[in-house]
C-alpha cells in the first residue's frame, strides 16, 4: 500500500470512475469468507517515515478499515531508511504503506518498473506488469501514453498489486520576503529539498 503523490493534473485528468472502490464492508467479509478466512487475520502493517510529513497520520488512519473487516494489524513504525535492507532483500511479508511521488513525465516508471538486480528494488517483479510500463516508457506521444497508461492501472486495478491509498499534491510556500533564489535540484521525485543552495533575500 502507498500514499500516491503523482502531480495532481496527471491523476485529475486520467482517473476513470471504473478504478475507484468504495469501501464496502459486507463486500470485504464476503471477499475473505471466498478466500477461507470468514474471520478476518492478523498481519504485520510497516508505516515507514521520512519521505513525506503525514506518513504516520495517513498510515494510522486506514487501520480502523482494515480492523473493520477482521483483519488485525501489528503496526511497525519505521524510517524507511532502517526498513530498507528487508525490502532489498525481500525479508518481510507485511503490509507495507510507503509515500512515493516524482515530478518526471512518466511517473510511474520510476515508481513501478524495477529490475531484480537494481540497487533500489521495491519488489514490481511480475513480468506482465513490467512489459506494459516497458511500453508506456517507450511512448512518444501523450495519447500513445495515456492509452499504456490506461492498460496498466486496469492490471493493477484487478490484481491489487499495489493499492493507492490518497493523493497528496507537492504544493510547497516560500516567504519571497525571506528567501531569494532557491535552484532546487532535479531528481526522480518531487520532494522539497537543496536547502544548502536556498539564498537570503539580498538586503
Do not use: C
Not at 51 to 60: D, F, R, T, V
Not at 102 to 113: A, C, G
Not at 170 to 181: A, F, Q, T
Amino acid at each position: 500500500m502507498y500514499a500516491a503523490d503523482l502531480a495532481g493534473p496527471l491523476v485529475d485528468r486520467l482517473f476513470k470512475k471504473k478504478w475507484a472502490i468504495p469501501f464496502d464492508q459486507a463486500k470485504a467479509k464476503q471477499f475473505l469468507a471466498e478466500a477461507g478466512v470468514p474471520s478476518g487475520f492478523s498481519i504485520g502493517y510497516t508505516i515507514t517515515t521520512g519521505s513525506a510529513p503525514l506518513e504516520q497520520e495517513i498510515g494510522e488512519s486506514i487501520i480502523p478499515f482494515l480492523g473493520a473487516v477482521g483483519i488485525k494489524v501489528t503496526v511497525e513504525l519505521q524510517t524507511y531508511t532502517g526498513f530498507r535492507p528487508k525490502n532489498v532483500a525481500r525479508s518481510h511479508n507485511n503490509l507495507w504503506l510507503f509515500p512515493t511521488g516524482t515530478s518526471s513525465r512518466f511517473p510511474e516508471v520510476n515508481k513501478l518498473y524495477r529490475t531484480p538486480g537494481a540497487a533500489f528494488n521495491p519488489g514490481f517483479e511480475i513480468e506482465e506488469s513490467l512489459r506494459i510500463v516497458e511500453k508506456l516508457y517507450a511512448a512518444r506521444t501523450d495519447v500513445e501514453a495515456d492509452k499504456y497508461r490506461e492498460e496498466m492501472w486496469d492490471w493493477y486495478s484487478k490484481w491489487m498489486v499495489v493499492i493507492p491509498i490518497v493523493e497528496m499534491d507537492s504544493l510547497y510556500v516560500v516567504n519571497p520576503k525571506k528567501v531569494g533564489d532557491w535552484p532546487i535540484s532535479s531528481s526522480y521525485d518531487a520532494r522539497l529539498r537543496s536547502f544548502e543552495y536556498a539564498k537570503n533575500v539580498a538586503k
